[in-house]
């Protein structure tokens, strides 16, 4: 007796349109057969011979798919003949089949996987009437291109097709060209597609360490049926350069210190100190209508030290601003040194929300007469003096003159008020006054 397998095995392609590019990744193992082809005797096995009804029309392999689905289809057939000479150069026996139809077919998204695996003898038996003598794991993954910008070390290495979700992919491993010259397993984020974490993530502050220059990496695809693997169409270089310090929280706008000057502030906060011979250099752009940018550059500072704080390392801008709206660009450059893969000195080039410096509030006032002098040389005449307007937390004082026509005298130097926002001003003969009324920095009533 023998039988007779037949296999065929058909992928087709359909594009859907030309929406973006795919690669498809296969594997296969086939079980090998248990007596040499074209072998006469009961119990024979035909396996393997491709010469009829058997065919892969995408082996094992990779593939780029011009779209964004591909159909899978697999059909196959198994034959029984119990003709003892194969070919009928004897009596003719019966023959029948198994497994007519279509086994598997659908059409594979994004990050789809599909995994079967061939658990009976190998080398096949002809016993048996298993309809899927073969291994099979394919996935289909979007195209990755390499980052056309450099990446610094806490940036997502791929920030394609990051779109919230971590995909896993069973059988998928990334690899790295390490300093050893050889490539080696990424020590986590397996299955990870993309590879959406950061240096950081994947070799911590040591990162520098691992591998010369710039960061080549590559993928592998595996099964746990066959020790052969697919690698990625793509060794992706990625160019880097090294972090400038992060901001922590938003710009801190300080106001002008008086309603009438240009003198704002702003501080900034960020996640680590300066290192030796490495300068902060920030760029102020101020909100400019008439640019297509919406801002312009207004001018630059660059300290070389920062001031401790609570929260990580402050720097307060020096110059004065006036009040407007504004955003800051910065980077760091190092004097001298050398940042894997990128340019010499510079870092990354942070950007930070806009930010808005405000004048301080005007100093607005009111006097007014509590009660004239009673009798005459009695000098108890009453001023109130109410402030209506200022900025919180500054101490308020006044000043008195005579007026005589044009001529003014003074009467009593600066005073501070007797109450936070207010002051009663005693003691006063007929006369003529006038008040000036300023605060703790030297702002005055307009």
């Given at each position: 007796?023998?039988?007779?397998?037949?296999?065929?095995?058909f992928?087709?392609?359909?594009?859907?349109?030309?929406?973006?590019?795919?690669?498809?990744?296969?594997?296969?193992?086939?079980p090998?057969?248990?007596?040499?082809?074209?072998?006469?005797g009961?119990?024979?096995?035909?396996?393997?011979?491709?010469?009829?009804?058997?065919?892969?029309?995408?082996?094992?392999?990779?593939?780029?798919i011009?779209?964004?689905?591909?159909?899978?289809?697999?059909?196959?057939?198994?034959?029984?003949n119990?003709?003892?000479?194969?070919?009928?150069?004897?009596?003719?026996?019966q023959?029948?089949?198994?497994?007519?139809g279509?086994?598997?077919?659908?059409?594979?998204?994004?990050?789809?996987?599909?995994?079967?695996?061939?658990?009976?003898?190998?080398?096949?038996?002809?016993?048996?009437?298993?309809?899927?003598?073969?291994?099979?794991?394919?996935v289909?993954?979007?195209?990755?291109?390499?980052?056309?910008?450099?990446?610094?070390?806490?940036?997502p290495i791929?920030?394609?097709?990051s779109?919230?979700?971590?995909?896993?992919?069973?059988?998928?491993?990334?690899?790295?060209?390490?300093?050893?010259?050889?490539?080696?397993?990424?020590?986590?984020?397996?299955n990870?597609?993309?590879?959406?974490?950061?240096?950081?993530?994947?070799?911590?502050?040591?990162?520098?360490?691992?591998?010369?220059?710039?960061?080549?990496?590559?993928?592998?695809?595996?099964?746990?049926?066959?020790?052969?693997?697919?690698?990625?169409?793509?060794?992706?270089t990625?160019?880097?350069?090294e972090?400038?310090?992060?901001?922590?929280?938003a710009?801190?706008?300080?106001?002008?210190?008086?309603?009438?000057?240009?003198?704002?502030?702003?501080?900034?906060?960020?996640?680590?100190?300066?290192?030796?011979?490495?300068?902060?250099?920030?760029?102020?752009?101020v909100?400019?209508?008439?640019?297509p940018?919406?801002?312009?550059f207004?001018?630059?500072?660059?300290?070389?030290?920062?001031?401790?704080?609570?929260?990580?390392?402050?720097?307060?801008?020096?110059?004065?601003?006036?009040?407007?709206?504004y955003?800051?660009?910065?980077q760091?450059?190092?004097?001298?040194?050398t940042?894997?893969?990128?340019?010499?000195?510079w870092?990354?080039?942070e950007?930070?929300n806009?930010?808005?410096?405000?004048?301080?509030?005007?100093i607005?006032?009111?006097?007014?007469?509590?009660?004239?002098?009673?009798?005459?040389?009695?000098?108890d005449?009453?001023?109130?003096?109410?402030?209506?307007q200022?900025?919180?937390?500054?101490?308020y004082?006044?000043?008195?003159?005579?007026?005589?026509?044009?001529?003014?005298?003074?009467y009593?130097?600066?005073?501070?008020?007797?109450?936070?926002?207010?002051?009663?001003?005693?003691?006063?003969?007929?006369?003529?006054?006038?008040?000036?009324?300023?605060?703790?920095k030297?702002?005055?009533?307009?």
């Amino acid at each position: 007796m023998k039988i007779k397998l037949f296999f065929t095995f058909f992928l087709l392609l359909i594009c859907n349109g030309l929406v973006s590019q795919s690669e498809l990744y296969v594997l296969v193992k086939t079980p090998q057969n248990n007596t040499p082809t074209g072998s006469t005797g009961g119990g024979s096995c035909r396996i393997g011979d491709y010469r009829d009804g058997y065919n892969i029309s995408h082996s094992q392999g990779r593939y780029l798919i011009a779209g964004n689905t591909v159909n899978v289809k697999i059909d196959y057939r198994e034959g029984y003949n119990d003709d003892p000479g194969f070919g009928c150069n004897g009596r003719c026996g019966q023959y029948s089949e198994y497994c007519d139809g279509v086994e598997y077919e659908r059409t594979f998204t994004h990050f789809f996987r599909y995994y079967r695996r061939y658990t009976g003898p190998d080398p096949i038996e002809c016993t048996s009437n298993t309809c899927l003598p073969i291994s099979y794991q394919a996935v289909l993954l979007p195209k990755l291109t390499t980052p056309a910008d450099r990446r610094c070390e806490r940036q997502p290495i791929f920030p394609q097709h990051s779109d919230g979700v971590n995909h896993n992919i069973t059988g998928l491993s990334w690899q790295y060209f390490s300093a050893a010259g050889r490539w080696e397993n990424i020590p986590n984020y397996r299955n990870r597609y993309p590879l959406n974490v950061s240096l950081l993530d994947i070799f911590g502050t040591n990162w520098r360490s691992q591998f010369n220059g710039n960061l080549q990496l590559r993928f592998r695809f595996t099964a746990p049926f066959t020790t052969s693997s697919v690698v990625s169409f793509s060794t992706y270089t990625i160019q880097l350069i090294e972090c400038s310090p992060e901001l922590i929280g938003a710009i801190q706008p300080q106001k002008t210190r008086c309603s009438y000057t240009n003198d704002g502030k702003f501080r900034m906060t960020v996640d680590r100190n300066l290192v030796p011979t490495e300068k902060l250099i920030v760029s102020l752009y101020v909100e400019d209508t008439n640019n297509p940018e919406g801002y312009s550059f207004l001018t630059q500072e660059a300290p070389t030290s920062l001031t401790t704080v609570s929260n990580g390392y402050s720097y307060t801008w020096l110059g004065d601003i006036p009040p407007n709206k504004y955003k800051i660009k910065y980077q760091t450059l190092k004097g001298s040194g050398t940042i894997a893969g990128g340019d010499p000195s510079w870092a990354s080039l942070e950007f930070s929300n806009s930010f808005t410096i405000q004048p301080s509030n005007q100093i607005n006032y009111t006097a007014q007469i509590l009660g004239d002098e009673t009798c005459y040389l009695e000098n108890d005449g009453k001023i109130k003096v109410e402030l209506t307007q200022g900025e919180q937390g500054r101490i308020y004082s006044y000043i008195m003159y005579t007026v005589n026509g044009t001529t003014t005298t003074l009467y009593k130097n600066w005073t501070g008020f007797s109450g936070s926002f207010e002051t009663t001003i005693n003691g006063l003969g007929k006369n003529r006054y006038k008040v000036q009324v300023r605060d703790n920095k030297n702002c005055y009533a307009e």
